[in-house]
């Protein structure tokens, strides 16, 4: 309700008093609050707000050229570090890919006044490198991540442990209906989707869905995340204010890609854990972030 009525433009006014506000809360977060699977979730999503501010940043170094340019890629170091204590790969991902979205679309449309070839090869070398070190770092230090390295690689090495999430949901996939409860599974008759998946209401909704009403249940949200989110691309590309177009852009990215994160891993793809399916599935902080957004 606050966001709602709140002027947008304080996030261009107070760029770097809001940024660096939210780097001290999700620090602070970091320090007292619990973790769940060496996560801690609370962080992660206020994370998730990041994107948006760092809108208000690129705002400010327009005409400033590779100067501007290079000091925003400077101010992302500060979101990746924090992505690293949290630790979560998939938060650092849409950090990084939400983040390279609002500065590719600031530089061709001009307004860091610098060659476009030559901004977008000093944009990504960097960014990749170091989206590769910090994921590789997290891997190494983060006994649950590299597990689930693992599992996509081939979930049957562990199938009572980090596997077995990886294989129910594939036994769920191929037992359902396109309409209506899907077929009994062979040996775990007895059984509910809510005692075979941990995390049900929350992490893979989407696999109840599919499998007590049918794969129409899938079809018909993904049709309705998609009409909103190409809603939501064409009112942003209509924005006459370059603020106002920035910010709807990083909303728009942090949509996205938490849908697009959230879709893989309630197919099976396991390469990300999943985020959340902006207001739809169950959780308290991440409804919230994303109802702000």
């Known amino acids: ?135 590789l770092f997290i891997l190494m230090r983060d006994g649950y991540v590299s597990q689930r390295l693992q599992v996509i690689l081939n979930p049957y090495l562990d199938p009572r442990g980090a596997g077995y999430v990886t294989i129910m949901i594939r036994r769920l996939l191929t037992n359902s209906r396109f309409i209506g409860q899907g077929l009994p599974i062979s040996g775990l008759e007895d059984y ?30 993904i049709t309705l995340l998609a009409a909103f989110i190409i809603r939501a691309v064409i009112i942003c590309r209509k924005q006459k204010s370059v603020l106002g177009f920035l910010i709807s852009l990083a909303i728009i990215s942090t949509f996205a890609i938490q849908c697009i994160i959230y879709i893989a891993s309630n197919l099976g793809f396991m390469l990300f854990a999943p985020l959340s399916l902006p207001l739809i599935s169950y959780g308290g902080g991440g409804l919230v972030i994303n109802m702000a957004l």
């Open 1 to 135: 309700f606050i966001a709602y009525f709140a002027d947008f433009t304080i996030i261009g006014r107070y760029h770097k008093i809001i940024f660096s506000l939210l780097s001290l809360l999700v620090f602070v977060c970091y320090l007292f609050t619990g973790e769940v699977h060496g996560r801690s979730v609370k962080m992660v999503y206020l994370l998730l707000l990041f994107p948006t501010f760092f809108a208000g940043f690129v705002y400010n170094m327009r005409n400033k050229g590779y100067g501007g340019l290079i000091l925003c890629g400077l101010v992302l170091i500060i979101p990746a570090f924090l992505a690293e204590l949290a630790p979560s790969a998939a938060i650092l991902f849409l950090l990084c890919v939400s983040c390279l979205f609002i500065l590719t679309a600031a530089v061709f449309k001009g307004w860091f006044n610098v060659n476009k070839k030559s901004a977008l090869f000093t944009m990504y070398i960097p960014t990749v490198i170091t989206l590769l070190s910090v994921f």
């Open 192 to 221: 509910t989707v809510f005692q075979l998946l941990p995390e049900v209401n929350t992490n893979y909704l989407l696999i109840y869905l599919i499998y007590r009403f049918g794969w129409i249940t899938f079809v018909g949200i």
